[in-house]
């Protein structure tokens, strides 16, 4: 009798497994968690041939990377994309590289300065579109909330690696992404502040406003984290917020330019 039973509590045992399995599988509608879409590439001047115009310049793996070679005056590349004051190319002793886009004939833009953003003839911040065709990139949308989202983009070159090692108040160690994050409203999809992550450390609110493309005034109010000059201090119609690398520290990671709450 019992060795009538033991194939029957085994057939038992591997349907409940199997009901059990079934069960905890996301019902069909439900919400899953879905890794992130890959980037769309916006390949902005591809298919443009330029011509080296300095006596020599570098070529790189990637913005501010490691050097791969140089090129010379007169020599000609083949564009893949723009990625800010950077030229991805092509060229018959690199198959796909970096050189720097002033180099090849393109006007440097200080990333910094908040004349870049902010367009003082229509007092708001440029169209994302804009910032998306100088980077060559759609932009990573996080840190959504009924109301506003971030695009945040990096590998721009302002920095010579995706991230970088940050001391923090509590003495530990915490990775941080450097990049330009643009802060969106939804309903008018209009950028109402930005943030610009410093490539490197920069000691002293003076050296920071100097890097800015700023006139060094001393700031309407400061705490342990923030030092900040209202609209009209420092630019028309426009807050700049230097954020500290940590509590009252005189090292500042990044600045920030904010249009001032509408009334």
């Not at 968690?33 to 570098?58: F, M, R, W």
């Not at 302002?158 to 802060?183: K, N, P, R």
Request: with cysteine.
């Amino acid at each position: 009798m019992k060795k009538n039973l033991l194939p029957l509590f085994l057939l038992g045992s591997l349907l409940a497994v199997s009901c059990v399995s079934k069960a905890t599988k996301t019902a069909p509608g439900a919400s899953e968690t879905e890794p992130p879409a890959v980037e769309k590439i916006i390949a902005t001047d591809a298919g443009k041939i330029l011509t080296v115009k300095v006596k020599s310049e570098n070529v790189r793996e990637f913005p501010n990377g490691p050097k791969l070679g140089k090129m010379y005056k007169g020599e000609k590349i083949k564009v893949l994309k723009r990625v800010g004051n950077w030229i991805e190319f092509t060229h018959e002793d690199f198959d796909k590289a970096y050189i720097w886009a002033p180099s090849v004939g393109y006007t440097y833009t200080n990333l910094y300065n908040p004349f870049f953003y902010f367009d003082t003839t229509q007092q708001t911040f440029r169209d994302i579109a804009y910032f998306q065709n100088f980077f060559s990139k759609r932009g990573q949308r996080r840190q959504e909330i009924n109301s506003s989202y971030e695009l945040f983009f990096k590998d721009i070159g302002l920095g010579s690696h995706e991230s970088t090692i940050l001391d923090v108040v509590s003495a530990s160690q915490q990775v941080v992404e450097h990049g330009i994050t643009l802060f969106v409203d939804k309903q008018s999809n209009r950028i109402r502040k930005v943030r610009v992550d410093y490539l490197r450390l920069v000691k002293g609110y003076p050296k920071a406003l100097k890097k800015s493309g700023l006139p060094v005034k001393k700031p309407g109010h400061k705490d342990g984290g923030h030092l900040t000059w209202g609209a009209g201090e420092l630019v028309p119609n426009l807050i700049v917020d230097l954020e500290r690398k940590e509590w009252n520290s005189e090292w500042f990671a990044s600045i920030w330019y904010i249009l001032p709450e509408r009334k």
